[in-house]
């Protein structure tokens, strides 16, 4: 596949550094060939947005939809094909991949059903012969900038709320999958977005920092690794443009004594290992209440250590490669530094041999935690990785699941309502699940973490239409 940008409704050649992409499950195999692009490709996108954005934010609010919809049709028939490909490229498994790509095509069926919501506000006046209305009108060109991870669905999340609402997009996805910013970027194109309205470039960091610079830019949505987020934060603050920055995790899952252990360990095993742990929202840190933690951990590492590993196209694997050899290398560092500092492996741990030995692949891993000061415990690796721990109490739980700079996600399993609703007073997190996974994501509720986890306005469902517009209150009087 040939690598293209997107701008101004047509399709180039990258002008900057020659690029390769590779399939991380064997990595000689090339998925995609290009050239990145650089500022001036960036310049012009951000040009042909701003020429475009006024007539877009006049188009009717329905006509906006229907060119979601017509997208979202478009994904679904391609789906298979290019969940294929995003497992080829990026190295979730291919019913992930499939998974993804559907899921991107129902977020744009939410965005364009919000058409039909209300879109301002009236209120009384305390004066007479007068109405207060609250509008809403779109910022203007936003700034988006995607990670690897979820190279269509991040995408999904961000661009459908921001056209919906009558923004233009330049946009940059991570420059190590392209392939599937190239079909979401397609879908739209043929969906009849109009030319200027979605621009795509396929470029470096720096290149990302020239657009989040850029004076044609009115907001930056940003997802990624918290000193990325933080700096584009810093530097949107410095300008005086809006931001949202979702950012790592570093997410707990709690097993207390009363909980339905074949759940707890059904659930905490997708919540760490699907797409290989390679989700803000992973599970990473497991508290067990000490009445169950030898059971629980028994069972637990026994089905890690039974996951299929393997070429994350091949039917019937449950856990692929890392993204890249430096991924899978960090990962596989923080494990030695674990063990080196006293963790005892339950489950994984040592790289693979054999034919794994080729891609990206690191074995679903359970460390057994002799306390919280490992770096293990505090640092996000990004892999499938779990630390464990052991509490005395439900308070204790809590309070060790709060023990991190992070708060985007946890889950907690127990069968007592009463420590559910405590531990949702409990724990300073953005996403709370009570029997379920700690990863997913809803379109139509608010999705973002708190403390080094998120910064500025939550993402999705109506925190998305806050984001992406602001409101002019009119005194009217006739
Ligand atoms: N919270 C989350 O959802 C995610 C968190 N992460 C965390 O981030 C780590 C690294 O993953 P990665 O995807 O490389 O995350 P990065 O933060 O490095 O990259 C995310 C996006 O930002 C771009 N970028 C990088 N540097 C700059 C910059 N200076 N200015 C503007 N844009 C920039 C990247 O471009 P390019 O790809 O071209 O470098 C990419 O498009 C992971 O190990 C994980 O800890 C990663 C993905 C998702
Ligand atoms: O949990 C999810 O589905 C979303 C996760 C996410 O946003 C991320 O990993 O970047």
Same mark, same amino acid.
């Not at 977020?107 to 509008?135: C, F, K, M, N, W």
């Given at each position: 596949?040939?690598?293209?940008?997107?701008?101004?409704?047509?399709?180039?050649?990258?002008?900057?550094?020659?690029?390769?992409?590779?399939?991380?499950?064997?990595?000689?195999?090339?998925?995609?060939?290009?050239?990145?692009?650089?500022?001036?490709?960036?310049?012009?996108?951000?040009?042909?947005?701003?020429?475009?954005?006024?007539? +877009?934010?006049?188009?009717?609010?329905?006509?906006?939809?229907?060119?979601?919809?017509? /997208?979202?049709?478009?994904?679904?028939?391609?789906?298979?094909?290019?969940?294929?490909?995003?497992?080829?490229? *990026?190295?979730?498994?291919?019913?992930?991949?499939?998974?993804?790509?559907? %899921?991107?095509?129902?977020?744009?069926?939410?965005? /364009?059903? *919000?058409?039909?919501? *209300?879109?301002?506000?009236?209120?009384?006046?305390?004066?007479?012969?007068?109405?207060?209305?609250?509008?809403? %009108?779109?910022?203007?060109?936003?700034?988006?900038?995607?990670?690897?991870?979820?190279?269509?669905?991040?995408? /999904?999340?961000?661009?459908?709320?921001?056209?919906?609402?009558?923004?233009?997009?330049? +946009?940059?996805?991570?420059?190590?999958?392209?392939?599937?910013?190239?079909?979401?970027?397609?879908?739209?194109?043929?969906?009849?977005?109009?030319?200027? $309205?979605?621009?795509?470039?396929?470029?470096?960091?720096?290149?990302?920092?020239?657009?989040?610079?850029?004076?044609?830019?009115?907001?930056?949505?940003?997802?990624?690794?918290?000193?990325?987020?933080?700096?584009?934060?810093?530097?949107?603050?410095?300008?005086?443009?809006?931001?949202?920055?979702?950012?790592?995790?570093?997410n707990p899952a709690i097993?207390l004594?009363d909980?339905?252990?074949?759940?707890?360990?059904?659930?905490?095993?997708?919540?760490?290992?699907?797409?290989?742990?390679?989700?803000?929202?992973?599970?990473?840190?497991?508290i067990?209440q000490?009445?169950?933690? *030898?059971?629980? @951990?028994?069972?637990?590492?026994?089905?890690?250590?039974?996951?299929? $590993?393997?070429?994350?196209?091949?039917?019937?694997?449950?856990?692929?490669?890392?993204?890249?050899?430096?991924?899978?290398?960090?990962?596989?560092?923080?494990?030695?530094? &674990?063990?080196?500092?006293?963790?005892?492996?339950?489950?994984?741990?040592?790289?693979?041999?054999? &034919?794994?030995?080729?891609?990206?692949?690191?074995?679903?891993?359970? @460390?057994? @935690?002799?306390?919280?000061?490992?770096?293990?415990?505090?640092?996000? @690796?990004?892999?499938?990785?779990?630390?464990?721990?052991?509490a005395?109490t439900a308070a204790e739980a809590f309070a060790l699941a709060n023990d991190s700079?992070?708060g985007l996600s946890a889950s907690v399993f127990t069968?007592d309502l009463g420590r559910a609703l405590e531990s949702v007073d409990a724990l300073d997190v953005g996403q709370l699940h009570v029997n379920?996974?700690s990863?997913?994501?809803?379109?139509?509720?608010?999705?973002?973490g708190a403390k080094?986890?998120?910064?500025?306005?939550?993402?999705?469902?109506?925190?998305?239409?806050?984001?992406?517009?602001?409101?002019?209150?009119?005194?009217?009087?006739?």
């Amino acid at each position: 596949m040939e690598l293209q940008n997107l701008v101004d409704g047509r399709w180039a050649d990258g002008k900057g550094e020659e690029f390769t992409s590779t399939n991380p499950s064997r990595p000689s195999d090339v998925v995609a060939v290009g050239a990145l692009a650089g500022p001036a490709e960036v310049d012009e996108a951000v040009a042909a947005a701003r020429r475009a954005q006024p007539d +877009w934010a006049r188009t009717p609010h329905h006509e906006r939809a229907a060119i979601l919809s017509r /997208a979202a049709a478009l994904i679904d028939a391609s789906a298979d094909a290019w969940g294929h490909e995003l497992a080829a490229e *990026e190295g979730k498994t291919r019913a992930e991949g499939v998974g993804e790509a559907q %899921r991107a095509a129902q977020i744009l069926r939410y965005y /364009a059903a *919000e058409a039909d919501h *209300e879109t301002g506000q009236l209120y009384a006046s305390p004066r007479r012969g007068e109405q207060i209305l609250v509008t809403r %009108r779109a910022l203007g060109v936003v700034g988006i900038i995607t990670p690897f991870n979820f190279p269509i669905a991040i995408p /999904a999340w961000k661009i459908a709320p921001a056209l919906s609402y009558g923004n233009a997009v330049v +946009w940059k996805p991570a420059s190590i999958v392209p392939l599937l910013a190239m079909r979401f970027a397609q879908a739209l194109h043929d969906a009849g977005v109009p030319p200027g $309205v979605v621009n795509m470039v396929v470029a470096d960091g720096p290149t990302g920092g020239h657009l989040v610079d850029h004076p044609g830019i009115h907001a930056v949505s940003f997802t990624g690794s918290t000193a990325v987020g933080q700096a584009i934060a810093a530097s949107c603050a410095a300008r005086g443009v809006p931001v949202q920055a979702e950012m790592g995790g570093k997410n707990p899952a709690i097993v207390l004594d009363d909980a339905d252990l074949d759940l707890a360990v059904d659930q905490v095993l997708l919540g760490a290992y699907r797409a290989t742990g390679q989700k803000c929202t992973a599970t990473s840190r497991l508290i067990l209440q000490d009445g169950i933690a *030898e059971p629980f @951990l028994a069972a637990f590492a026994r089905r890690a250590s039974e996951l299929v $590993v393997g070429d994350a196209v091949a039917p019937g694997v449950q856990m692929g490669p890392l993204v890249s050899a430096a991924a899978r290398d960090e990962v596989q560092r923080g494990i030695d530094t &674990a063990v080196r500092q006293g963790a005892r492996v339950l489950a994984g741990g040592s790289p693979y041999g054999g &034919a794994l030995a080729d891609g990206w692949f690191v074995p679903p891993t359970v @460390l057994d @935690l002799p306390s919280t000061t490992l770096d293990v415990w505090r640092d996000e @690796l990004f892999g499938p990785v779990v630390g464990v721990v052991r509490a005395r109490t439900a308070a204790e739980a809590f309070a060790l699941a709060n023990d991190s700079a992070f708060g985007l996600s946890a889950s907690v399993f127990t069968t007592d309502l009463g420590r559910a609703l405590e531990s949702v007073d409990a724990l300073d997190v953005g996403q709370l699940h009570v029997n379920s996974e700690s990863a997913g994501a809803d379109p139509h509720v608010p999705f973002g973490g708190a403390k080094r986890s998120g910064y500025g306005p939550k993402e999705q469902g109506r925190a998305a239409r806050d984001f992406y517009t602001h409101t002019t209150t009119v005194y009217l009087r006739g």
